[in-house]
């Protein structure tokens, strides 16, 4: 078997990662290259703004990472991809490959006015920020809060749409705002321009989200398209504004700004067009995983972490079987779900959607718990502190 390939990942989330520890237990040499030197666990830091985790507890070093799975590590920024040429070029030099996998995410649709929006989704440091806008608005002891998400019209799928972290938003607000007493005085509004946003996620959990959102006392604006924002405001299209002391939005995805520049087939979106096997369309040295892809699956089909680990997993091991001159193949696409525990801070609801079935199952209290358990798992298993569970 020939060990000797170089392979070089590009991105350090969950599918960069898990691609690299795969592909070192096949006993390859791998080189992971990313712009920051810390996986951030996105599904947990919802917790930050009302300081249940700090930003530390939501890191996990990639350099202790490496150390611990045996890959490279590489710290710079990718600004061009070479695919006829086997070639990245980073801000500080230029690497060689035999085998590449793009693992860098999806970039965020510009809109007018972004700047005057904070997204849970963005930068790592912006859950800070937005933890230091909600105390400066929770020492005042009043004001609005207004959360809502996009979608990417040139993409008709569900894929370029993040709704979950908002809903999880608005419910954590409204119970840490309750704990202080203070929920009276706070209005907080969801937003979205679709007339059934969270609809991916099945007909039975949508028809559910009302009850969600009278409970935690959510106003709701849906079915009018965002024209732009203001200081304070959210624009539609209808000309109404909904004003508010701090604005939360996720826009909708596209294409990663490299991937957009480079030489790999896309979509209409932006995003790498990849076969069954996760391999780049018409490219067979090259793989893209997560949110860097144009998923194929189902409309609704929603773009997890635990669908780029499956999709880190189905790479690696048809890489393995591409170097050894073996024809079997993995698929990725049967594994598309959505699993999701929805957070409220006082509790959860369990959400999963297949082909074949819709489930929303409410758990008061403990499914709080099992979330955080689950960030436990996820940190503590990727460093090798605890084993990892089949199938997690």
């Known amino acids: 078997m020939n060990f000797h390939q170089r392979i070089v990942i590009l991105g350090g989330g969950f599918a960069g990662v898990e691609a690299a520890i795969k592909l070192r237990e096949y006993g390859y040499a791998v080189t992971l290259i990313s712009n920051r030197d810390y996986l951030f666990v996105y599904p947990v830091s919802i917790w930050i703004p009302v300081k249940k985790v700090s930003f530390n507890d939501v890191k996990i070093s990639l350099q202790v990472l490496a150390q611990k799975h045996g890959f490279e590590l590489i710290i710079d920024e990718v600004t061009q991809i070479k695919s006829a040429e086997n070639k990245v070029v980073l801000g500080k030099s230029v690497i060689a490959f035999d085998y590449l996998l793009v693992a860098m995410g999806m970039g965020k649709l510009n809109m007018k006015g972004?700047?005057?929006?904070?997204?849970?989704?963005?930068?790592?440091?912006?859950?800070?920020?937005?933890?230091?806008?909600?105390?400066?608005?929770?020492?005042?002891?009043?004001?609005?809060?207004?959360?809502?998400?996009?979608?990417n019209p040139a993409d008709p799928t569900a894929?370029?749409?993040?709704?979950?972290?908002?809903?999880e938003l608005l419910f954590n607000f409204s119970h840490y705002l309750k704990k202080l007493n203070l929920r009276d005085k706070f209005q907080i509004t969801f937003f979205a321009p679709m007339a059934e946003p969270g609809k991916k996620m099945g007909d039975k959990p949508y028809r559910k989200m009302d009850l969600f959102f009278s409970r935690y006392k959510i106003e709701v604006r849906k079915g009018k398209k965002i024209t732009h924002f203001d200081s304070g405001e959210v624009h539609f299209e209808d000309n109404t504004v909904l004003k508010s002391d701090l604005i939360i939005f996720i826009p909708g995805g596209e294409g990663h700004p490299v991937i957009k520049n480079s030489d790999l087939p896309l979509s209409k979106a932006g995003f790498i067009n990849i076969d069954e096997y996760c391999q780049v369309e018409d490219i067979p040295n090259i793989y893209a995983i997560g949110d860097i892809t144009a998923l194929r699956?189902?409309?609704?089909?929603?773009?997890?972490?635990?669908?780029?680990?499956?999709?880190a997993k189905t790479a690696a091991y048809n890489i393995h079987k591409q170097i050894q001159g073996k024809e079997k193949r993995k698929e990725y696409k049967k594994h598309l779900n959505i699993v999701c525990v929805m957070d409220s801070g006082d509790g959860a609801a369990f959400i999963m959607r297949a082909p074949d079935r819709e489930i929303i199952i409410p758990l008061p209290i403990v499914?709080?718990?099992?979330?955080?358990?689950?960030?436990?798992?996820?940190?503590?298993?990727?460093?090798?502190?605890?084993?990892?569970?089949?199938?997690?």
């Open 367 to 392: 499914g709080h718990w099992m979330k955080k358990f689950w960030g436990f798992y996820y940190k503590n298993s990727k460093l090798k502190r605890i084993p990892r569970i089949p199938g997690m």
């Open 114 to 151: 972004l700047e005057f929006t904070h997204s849970i989704c963005g930068k790592p440091t912006e859950a800070q920020v937005i933890q230091e806008e909600l105390d400066r608005l929770v020492k005042r002891g009043y004001g609005s809060i207004a959360i809502g998400f996009g979608g």
């Open 159 to 167: 894929t370029s749409v993040r709704g979950g972290p908002a809903f």
């Open 297 to 311: 699956g189902p409309k609704w089909a929603a773009k997890q972490g635990h669908i780029a680990e499956v999709m």
